[in-house]
């Protein structure tokens, strides 16, 4: 099994559907993150988790929620989906090292391809 | 803030030339680490390297090869006879240490390698 696992794999939805992506991770990382990818805009954060309790909005959080349900789950919602949030969507996860929290990187999910119609 | 920029967005090279892509970090920390990811076409990332601020050394890994510039706050990632399988798009990153550090990903440069 993956260490970071996203499902679903693809989904097209239609607008103003509720939808939810959901993580789930086997790192044990405290940790999780969401990203989109758009072409030409590269990976945008969405939202963070640094743990349970702990939720911080990113650069792009307008039109998306989140639930920590477990060190290992961290769920992405779209209240109400529109078109222009058709993308490829990321979860990550990485390592808390008090003030090193880079040299390990992130570990990164296979992604979602949301489609919304 | 840190930023980063890849310039290119889109490079085409034929089969077997040498191909380097540009990479543009800004920060204002002195310990920070640089990623370089390759997505490609089925979508997943990929992890090709990081670096970390206080090691300038190049590296080679058999056709890839990094520079590491702090002069020029560039990591700049060349591929040597590049092959078909080497076509996708490889983003650049960058994180600072710190409790709150996120990874900060530049737009990504699409490499199409055509025989």
């Known amino acids: 099994d993956a260490d970071v696992t996203q499902t679903p794999r693809n989904r097209i939805t239609k607008t103003g559907k509720r939808i939810m992506l959901e993580c789930s991770q086997t790192k044990g990382h405290d940790r999780m993150y969401w990203y989109r990818q758009d072409p030409g805009l590269g990976l945008r954060l969405i939202y963070y988790s640094f743990d349970v309790k702990d939720i911080n909005k990113g650069e792009i959080s307008d039109g998306y929620s989140v639930s920590r349900q477990a060190q290992a789950k961290f769920s992405l919602s779209l209240e109400s989906a529109i078109p222009n949030q058709t993308a490829l969507y990321f979860c990550a996860t990485s390592e808390s090292h008090q003030g090193n929290e880079g040299e390990y990187g992130y570990t990164f999910g296979s992604g979602t391809r949301l489609t919304v119609v | 803030a840190q930023k980063v920029t890849q310039a290119q967005t889109e490079i085409s090279v034929v089969e077997k030339e040498d191909v380097t892509l540009d990479c543009v970090y800004e920060t204002r920390d002195t310990t920070y680490y640089l990623f370089w990811y390759k997505q490609p076409p089925s979508g997943e990332l990929v992890f090709l390297i990081r670096r970390n601020s206080f090691d300038e050394q190049n590296e080679i890994s058999g056709r890839y090869s990094w520079n590491f510039q702090k002069s020029t706050s560039s990591f700049n990632f060349t591929i040597t006879a590049s092959q078909v399988v080497d076509s996708a798009v490889y983003f650049c990153?960058?994180?600072?240490?710190?409790?709150?550090?996120?990874?900060?990903f530049g737009t990504g440069t699409r490499l199409q390698v055509t025989l």
């Open positions: 990153a960058l994180i600072t240490t710190g409790t709150a550090s996120k990874l900060t």
